[in-house]
């Protein structure tokens, strides 16, 4: 766990802020909340399949913009 110690004439915010700053640096809480809830891993199909499906939006999210200023 990271810790900081009080400086000389330092409000207990800055303190805290010094922390908080630590913490978000180590990178230990987003770890943390990543592992918190425990998801399998997808397949090499699943993988495959969603793939996909995001190049298949990809693609029509594409060819939307292109004939936006052509619907005139």
Known sequence: MQGV???PN???ENMM???????QQSG???AYR???????EPSKKEQREA???KEYRKARKNKAMLLKGFDK
């Open 5 to 7: 110690s009080r400086k």
């Open 10 to 12: 330092e409000t207990f």
């Open 17 to 23: 802020r010094r922390f908080n700053r630590k913490v």
């Open 28 to 30: 230990k809480l987003t």
């Open 34 to 40: 990543k592992k918190r809830f425990h998801e399998k």
């Open 51 to 53: 793939a996909i499906r």
